[in-house]
C-alpha cells in the first residue's frame, strides 16, 4: 500500500527552527518528485518546497526562500524539509506530496502534521 507519513511538527517560537521528514512507504515508482505543501485555516492548500528526483533542481516559494529547506534522502525514500526562522505565518498543516514523473493523475498525499509558531 503506497503511503506517505509526515513526522516532525509541533510548537516552535518564532524564530526558531523545526525539520518536517516525510517517509513513503510502498511505492514502486523510480523517478518522482516529492513536494512540502502548508494550508493555513479557511485558506488553500499551497506550495511550499519541491525537490527533484535526484535532488538536483528544488523549487520554494517566495515566502520560505533563504528560511526553508527541502533535500532528500532517496535510499531511505523520505524528504525533509528545514523550516528556520519561522514566522507566526508559517503556521499551518504542511503536506507532503509524491507526484511519479509524467503521471500527476498518480499523485500521492500524506495527511499532514501541523506546525504552530507563536511568540
Known amino acids: 500500500q503506497e503511503q506517505l507519513v509526515e513526522s516532525g511538527g509541533g510548537l516552535a517560537q518564532t524564530g526558531g527552527s523545526l525539520t518536517l521528514s516525510c517517509a513513503a512507504s510502498?511505492?514502486?515508482?523510480?523517478?518522482?518528485?516529492m513536494s512540502w505543501y502548508l494550508q493555513a485555516p479557511g485558506k488553500e492548500r499551497e506550495l511550499v518546497a519541491e525537490?527533484?528526483?535526484?535532488?538536483?533542481?528544488?523549487f520554494y516559494a517566495d515566502s520560505v526562500k533563504d528560511r526553508f529547506t527541502i533535500s532528500r534522502d532517496k535510499a531511505k525514500k523520505t524528504v525533509y524539509l528545514q523550516m528556520n526562522s519561522l514566522k507566526s505565518e508559517d503556521s499551518a498543516v504542511y503536506y507532503c506530496?509524491?507526484?511519479?514523473?509524467?503521471?500527476?493523475?498518480?499523485?500521492?498525499w500524506g495527511k499532514g502534521t501541523r506546525v504552530t509558531v507563536s511568540s
Open positions: 506530496k509524491l507526484v511519479p514523473t509524467a503521471h500527476d493523475e498518480l499523485a500521492v
Open positions: 525537490i527533484s528526483t535526484f535532488g538536483d533542481r528544488t
Open positions: 510502498g511505492f514502486i515508482y523510480v523517478s518522482y518528485t
